[in-house]
């Protein structure tokens, strides 16, 4: 169960373009991650101001930042252990900023504050699954039905319309949990054999 993860390869083709570039520039990958929590903090102001086109564009950057560090790491062949600690970080950094914004909008809009605190911090638990099991030996698992880019895509709805915003919690605090659960079953499956 991929839910929006499944259209990466799509985007990653969208991106090739700027690997080229940056590739041949010999930009480092970390540039990118630096990009992608940049842009997440443009969407985190787009989003407290209620501006959810500006939000959608911020976020798109944030997801191409997220994508880039890896794509141009792997091509230029320099994926190192500690990229993919700061890619991690910089995600999570990026979802927590996000979320910051959206409490931003829930205080001026008289909205759930505690419940969009709740939905941060289900949103990191899809995240530990999968590191947790990979740490163990499992695959790394993305995906599932409320990722990273679900998460995106239901702030820019709430952004878009805050009467929304508690329904838009809820599915990203349930959505987290059975995705995260969805994750752990994999790895559980994976590592039993």
Known sequence: MNGLYAIKPWYTRRLQRIVDVAVARRISPDVFTVVGVAAAGVAAVCVAQGWWIGALAALAARLAGANLDGAVARASGVARPWGFVLNEVGDRASDLI????????????GGP??????????ATLPTFASLAAAGAGATRRNGGPV??????ALVVVATAWPAALA???????????ATAVVRLVAAHRELAR
């Open 98 to 109: 996000v979320f910051g914004g959206l409490a931003w909008l829930a205080a001026a809009t």
């Open 167 to 177: 329904v838009v919690c809820g599915v990203v605090v349930v959505g987290s949990l």
């Open 113 to 122: 504050v505690a419940l969009v605190a709740a939905a941060a911090a289900a």
């Open 147 to 152: 990722g990273k880019t679900e998460r995106c």
